[in-house]
Nanobody, 123 residues
Framework: QVQLVESGGGLVQTGDSLTLSCEES????????MGWFRQAAGKDREFVAG????????IYAESVKGRFTIFRDKSGNTAYLQITNAKPEDTGRYYC????????????????WGQGTKVTVPS
């Protein structure tokens, strides 16, 4: 059974950086496509970034492009989301997701989800 566990969230100030991690266990076969989504209080969950199996294709939401970087380790078991120049609008719970399909912004394409890690950037 695939499990995803996120870590690395916390309280950061505007302009700070932090890196979120997502460790996958229980996978058999090829690495999954990995994605990061976030949900702010009272809002719908939104796509943040995605990376394909080999790590050479990455897609981002326009709101984070240039500030966030998604990458994964060589084993394919851990995905990361590096946040730089954090802004108050980055506040939310960040979820890692895994997919056997192609990298996508569509949350319905992802079969497996973690419990999330909270990021707070005070205004």
């Amino acid at each position: 059974q695939v499990q995803l566990v996120e870590s690395g969230g916390g309280l950061v100030q505007t302009g700070d950086s932090l890196t979120l991690s997502c460790e996958e266990s229980g996978r058999t076969g090829s690495p999954h496509v990995m994605g990061w989504f976030r949900q702010a209080a009272g809002k719908d969950r939104e796509f943040v970034a995605g990376i394909n199996r080999s790590g050479n294709t990455r897609i981002y939401a326009e709101s984070v492009k240039g500030r966030f970087t998604i990458f994964r380790d060589k084993s394919g078991n851990t995905a990361y989301l590096q946040i730089t120049n954090a802004k108050p609008e980055d506040t939310g719970r960040y979820y890692c997701a895994a997919s056997r399909n192609f990298v996508s912004r569509d949350s319905t394409e992802y079969e497996y989800w973690g419990q999330g890690t909270k990021v707070t950037v005070p205004s």
